[in-house]
């Protein structure tokens, strides 16, 4: 009898111990089931979004062709994108932010939430989506402020004293002048906004389309070189240095042989097509449409408030620590009240309404920040889906292995036809960094002032300059000279091609020099 109870118990004990195997394979495969079906829908909608972007770039590249503006498709990328991107929140919060997902679940035990899908969207608006919202706007809320500075000093004649300079008929001078006042004035404010208010004034000096379409080329290339030189110039400077990428001296450092090379070389060589003599029309003090401009002296101090305003915002920033638009903004504010002072009769006879700034320029001002936005937006969505790391991994980059030069080369290359601040900004995204970055100063390329940045910095820059339509910029011009593609490659496309290589020689060189002055100093 006791040997038939052991054996019923033997016989229940192995039963159980099987129940529980198959239980535990059960779930095993159950889990198993649940993330292959994760990765697949995570898989198929990542290579939705990243084609609605990559369509996006290709509409961008060909805009001369599809009439479609660029910001429109920029804007429709990032709100399409993220909308996908939060429709699948569960999904990429789980491969992508698990960890912040558990702790923002369990900050408050006593916290009781009614939906999983309610807390994950919740979660992406918050620590997902609003710091990239909050880095775009820095970038916006620092290009309204400068392109309002340069609308206010404009419109009060601060800038009359160019076309003053221009009072030559020799072609060489002009171009010249033209090119040097371009570039300075293009690293302190956006290149945009001193392209097209050189044209505007080159517009009202040359007659001849043809002699325009060389002068206006030229201010195109001073813009870009100089604008990239320093961290307030351009979008992508501003983008670097507001991740804390790069400090402004060291970048301007860093770049200022590089810029001069690639703007002086293709600029000698336009000179030299030129002919010895420029037709002009007479140049006069413009009128601006009341009896009461301001004097010399008062236009010299509201260009010493905007301009030398903005050479200091750099050292607000290092004081501070504050984004440089909060420096930009008080800038405005200041320029402001002294323009409401100066003008304090044109204000009360309501005068300043007959004061405009081309028309050209406004819609290039809010083109240009919604344009900014929108990529910014789309390139966010695209990194949160994993595909930049995933990117990264496949090409075998890493701290080890940065291949800076060969980025460059590519973000140059792909530049020529795509919108610079969308490639640059594709390229600032493929190092996988913290979002908000407290980087130190190092050896690596990826750290601080590092090489990475300069190069796909200056690559990106380069290559807009080759055929013309890789900045915005540059259809600017176009547009307002009906000018080609094949026009611009063939008279300026290769110089610029031309400086840009011997400009991107100049900085490997340099980097050398230094890296081996280095290893010798240690």
Not at 182 to 199: E, W
Not at 219 to 243: D, H, Y
Not at 491 to 514: D, T
């Amino acid at each position: 009898m006791w040997q038939k109870y052991n054996k019923i118990l033997v016989n229940y004990y192995f039963s159980v111990k099987t129940g529980k195997k198959i239980h535990s394979i059960c779930r095993y495969i159950e889990n198993n089931c649940y993330l292959c079906v994760r990765n697949v829908k995570i898989i198929v909608m990542t290579l939705v979004i990243v084609g609605i972007f990559l369509i996006g770039c290709l509409l961008i590249a060909t805009e001369n062709i599809t009439k479609v503006n660029r910001a429109a498709v920029a804007i429709f990328a990032g709100t399409v994108g993220w909308v996908l991107y939060i429709c699948f929140g569960m999904d990429f919060v789980t491969s992508q932010h698990a960890y912040e997902f558990s702790n923002y679940l369990h900050a408050d035990e006593w916290n009781i939430i009614p939906d999983n899908s309610v807390a994950v969207k919740n979660f992406i608006s918050r620590f997902v989506f609003l710091p990239y919202v909050g880095r775009a706007a820095e970038i916006v809320l620092f290009l309204l402020s400068t392109m309002t500075i340069v609308e206010i000093l404009n419109n009060n004649g601060c800038f009359d004293f160019i076309s003053q300079l221009l009072r030559t008929r020799k072609s060489k001078k002009m171009l010249w002048t033209l090119a040097i006042v371009t570039f300075i004035i293009s690293a302190n404010l956006d290149n945009l906004t001193t392209t097209v208010m050189m044209l505007t004034i080159m517009h009202g000096i040359i007659p001849s389309r043809r002699q325009r379409m060389f002068y206006g080329s030229a201010i195109l290339l001073a813009a870009n070189c100089g604008g990239a030189l320093t961290v307030i110039g351009n979008p992508e400077g501003l983008v670097l240095w507001n991740g804390g990428l790069v400090t402004a001296t060291a970048f301007s450092m860093a770049l200022f042989l590089p810029c001069l090379a690639a703007w002086l070389i293709p600029t000698y060589m336009i000179s030299r097509q030129l002919p010895e003599r420029v037709e002009t029309e007479w140049i006069v003090m413009p009128y601006r449409g009341d009896d009461t401009r301001l004097n010399v002296w008062q236009r010299l101090v509201m260009l010493f408030v905007g301009i030398g305003g903005l050479w200091f915002i750099p050292t607000f920033h290092n004081i501070t620590k504050l984004s440089p638009f909060l420096g930009a903004l008080c800038v405005l504010a200041i320029l402001w009240v002294v323009n409401e002072i100066f003008n304090r009769k044109l204000m009360n006879m309501d005068a300043m309404v007959d004061r405009r700034t081309p028309r050209v320029l406004q819609y290039g001002v809010i083109q240009m920040i919604l344009f900014v936005m929108g990529i910014m937006m789309a390139v966010a969505v695209v990194k949160e889906t994993g595909a930049f790391n995933a990117l990264t991994e496949y090409l075998g980059v890493d701290e080890q292995n940065p291949s800076v030069w060969t980025h460059g080369v590519v973000a140059g290359v792909i530049s020529t036809v795509l919108d610079n601040f969308a490639t640059a900004i594709n390229f600032f995204s493929l190092p996988d960094l913290p979002l908000q970055n407290e980087l130190l100063e190092g050896t690596t390329d990826y750290s601080c002032n590092g090489l990475y940045w300069q190069v796909i910095a200056y690559c990106v820059m380069a290559g807009g300059n080759v055929l013309g339509i890789g900045t915005v910029s540059g259809l600017a011009l176009m547009k307002m000279e009906r000018m080609r593609i094949t026009w611009f490659f063939r008279n300026i496309g290769w110089k610029a091609l031309l400086g840009g290589i011997i400009g991107l020689a100049i900085l490997w060189l340099s980097h050398n020099l230094v890296s081996g002055a280095t290893c010798l100093l240690i």
